[in-house]
């Protein structure tokens, strides 16, 4: 597609379920980054893949969350046992990865509501 | 370790009134600097970028940024104010070098007032 796709726009669920986010980043763009924003609060990186290398998980704040990538395409970010804290809008991002120019393309995002 | 500061969560400014977004910065090594924005309802856009050269740096809708390094600073201005320019704005760096994510300030809300 044109730009980067994030499903769903909207998810609410209840405390203790598991969720998935899904990202569909820009074809050929070999780097992808999920980013969290809570409400009033900038942006929280969670996980970067780059290619077939190692992703860099870094930013994940707890073993409830995980993400996997699928060669260069679609990846899912997955929430286990969710808790109000885990609300929050979360943002995929995608970017050449070659010659890194720091230019991200963001999707709308998926906003959760964990009640 | 990499931070950037904006100090300010709101800046008001009146329609064709010059604007300015502070963002100062905490890195070692040299510095990539990046401002992105929120439009409602929308995805962050790139703006623009500090990477060398020229401290002035011009991008996207009529803004820029100046490069300050020794007031370790990367504030965004723009000559005359839109209403369409208000939005949030984000300061961004690069995590380390070598590395290939962004770490975010907290944003500022631009409000250019009619």
């Known amino acids: 597609g044109a730009g980067v796709s994030q499903s769903p726009s909207n998810k609410v669920t209840e405390k203790g379920k598991d969720v998935e986010l899904r990202c569909d980043p820009i074809?050929?763009?070999?780097?992808l980054y999920w980013y969290r924003q809570r409400l009033g609060q900038g942006l929280e990186f969670l996980i970067y893949?780059?290619?077939?290398?190692?992703?860099?998980k870094s930013g994940l704040p707890s073993d409830r969350f995980s993400a996997e990538r699928t060669g260069e395409s679609v990846s899912t970010l997955t929430i286990q046992r969710t808790q109000q804290e885990d609300s929050a809008v979360y943002l995929c991002?995608?970017?050449?990865?070659?010659?890194?120019?720091?230019?991200?393309?963001f999707g709308e995002g998926s906003r959760l509501t964990v009640l | 370790a990499q931070s950037v500061a904006q100090p300010e969560d709101q800046v008001n400014v009146a329609e064709g009134n010059p604007l300015t977004v502070k963002c100062t910065y905490s890195?070692?090594?040299?510095?990539?600097l990046f401002w992105y924005v929120q439009y409602p309802n929308r995805g962050l856009q790139f703006l623009l970028k500090?990477?060398?050269?020229?401290?002035l740096v011009k991008g996207s809708y009529g803004f820029e940024a100046e490069f300050n390094k020794s007031q370790t600073s990367f504030h965004l201005k723009k000559p005359s104010a839109l209403v369409s320019d208000s939005a949030l704005y984000f300061c961004?760096?690069?995590?380390?070098?070598?590395?290939?994510?962004?770490?975010f300030g907290t944003g500022t809300r631009l409000t250019v007032i009619p």
């Open positions: 991002a995608s970017s050449q990865g070659q010659g890194w120019s720091g230019e991200l393309f």
């Open positions: 074809s050929g763009h070999t780097a």
């Open positions: 893949f780059q290619g077939n290398s190692a992703p860099d």
């Open positions: 890195v070692s090594g040299n510095p990539y």
């Open positions: 500090y990477i060398t050269g020229d401290n």
């Open positions: 961004a760096v690069r995590a380390t070098t070598g590395a290939n994510n962004l770490f």
